[in-house]
């Protein structure tokens, strides 16, 4: 089982930056497909950062891809999102999440059924 406190979020300006964090407690040992997705009201949660904690590689939908920065720190068990040159269109919910198979072994790793474990949400709100 894994649990998560999500932290960061918040309002800036179109053009800004923000860093979400969310930190993983519980069986932190083994290796995780961790993802980031967001999800504005009446549309579905979509995925747009992935990196699985077993060697590093990192995974991206193409809007976000120039923008977003996923890491994961393993001696703290927690994951981060740096998120550049945000846009109103970026506004929305953002969670963390992690399954154990790896990323690279999903048919589509931002897919959020694919996911079991699930941080609170904390929301982004970009203005123009």
């Known amino acids: 089982q894994l649990h998560f406190v999500q932290s960061g979020g918040g309002s800036v300006q179109s053009g800004g930056s923000l860093t979400l964090s969310c930190v993983a407690s519980?069986?932190?040992?083994?290796?995780?497909?961790m993802g980031w997705f967001r999800q504005i009201p009446g549309k579905e949660r979509v995925g747009v950062a992935a990196?699985?904690?077993?060697?590093?590689?990192?995974y991206y939908t193409d809007d976000v891809k120039a923008r977003f920065t996923i890491s994961h720190d393993n001696a703290n068990h927690t994951l981060h999102l740096r998120m550049n040159s945000l846009s109103p269109e970026d506004t929305a919910m953002y969670y963390c999440?992690?399954?154990?198979?790896?990323?690279?072994?999903?048919?589509?790793?931002?897919?959020?059924?694919?996911?079991?474990?699930w941080g609170q949400g904390t929301q982004v709100t970009v203005s123009s």
């Open positions: 519980g069986y932190t040992i083994g290796r995780y497909c």
């Open positions: 999440a992690a399954d154990s198979t790896p990323c690279g072994r999903k048919r589509f790793w931002n897919a959020d059924y694919v996911y079991n474990y």
């Open positions: 990196i699985y904690t077993g060697d590093g590689r990192t």
